[in-house]
């Protein structure tokens, strides 16, 4: 049986050569394009199980067209891993939050390339099937894993991927949480993101709490921590 179909947007033949060799190595089949174009015509027609998306590509970029995915209900929970040369907290956020499920930054180890496929099909799994979580409800918040749909105070949320996964740390109330444990929650380990990215994030996800921004505590040296919530902002 053939395995998961990952699809590589990358105008670097050296780098598409090599992602090929190790992905079809690894049993995963492979299809590769060099422009935006060519994947969106072949998009039209089916889908991946993943697509890793360079950034800049010669006929656009890869933030527009993950954020244009992340619009399209066919493609909304399409995963997606973005390669970058650049490294900037501002970069790796702005991709994140328009719905990158994970970056890279070029040039990279094929066995995270690959150990970065795995976790984030297995996270995808796990919340195409609920894995038991099925809806959580704390306070005013409403939480719908399976439907990756979100509620505060009955008002739907418009998050993105990550913010939904840290949101998902509104289970455990009153437990704090460092930096590296909401990297590992949101992203899942082996990823590497500074204090600032965790930061930007937490304050992202606050703004579109609006009144009840509060729920999200700062725990000064250590992280931060939900607390319980009676729906009073």
């Not at 719905?99 to 150990?115: E, Q, V």
């Not at 991927?161 to 082996?190: C, N, W, Y």
């Not at 937490?202 to 505590?217: A, D, N, T």
Request: aromatic share 6%; net charge neutral.
């Amino acid at each position: 049986m053939a395995g998961p179909v990952i699809w590589l947007t990358e105008d670097d033949p050296d780098i598409r050569e090599l992602v090929r060799y190790h992905l079809e190595r690894e049993g995963y089949a492979f299809v590769c394009e060099a422009t935006l174009s060519a994947t969106r015509a072949r998009m039209d027609r089916r889908q991946p199980d993943l697509l890793l998306l360079d950034l800049m590509l010669p006929d656009g970029n890869g933030l527009d067209y993950c954020r244009e995915l992340r619009k399209q209900a066919a493609t909304e929970r399409l995963p997606i891993i973005m390669l970058t040369a650049r490294d900037e907290d501002t970069d790796v956020v702005v991709g994140l939050e328009v719905g990158a499920d994970d970056y890279l930054t070029k040039p990279f180890s094929p066995r995270i390339l690959l150990a970065r496929i795995r976790a984030v099909l297995r996270r995808r799994r796990s919340a195409e099937t609920g894995d038991g979580n099925g809806v959580v409800v704390q306070g005013p918040l409403r939480i719908d894993r399976e439907h990756f749909t979100a509620t505060a105070g009955g008002r739907p949320l418009p998050l993105t991927r990550s913010e939904f996964m840290l949101l998902l740390l509104a289970r455990r109330p009153g437990v704090v949480f460092s930096r590296d444990q909401i990297v590992d929650g949101v992203h899942g380990t082996d990823y590497a993101v500074t204090d600032r990215s965790v930061d930007v994030l937490v304050v992202s996800l606050r703004r579109k709490l609006g009144p009840h921004e509060r729920l999200i505590e700062t725990v000064r040296g250590v992280g931060y921590r939900f607390r319980a919530d009676r729906g009073q902002p």
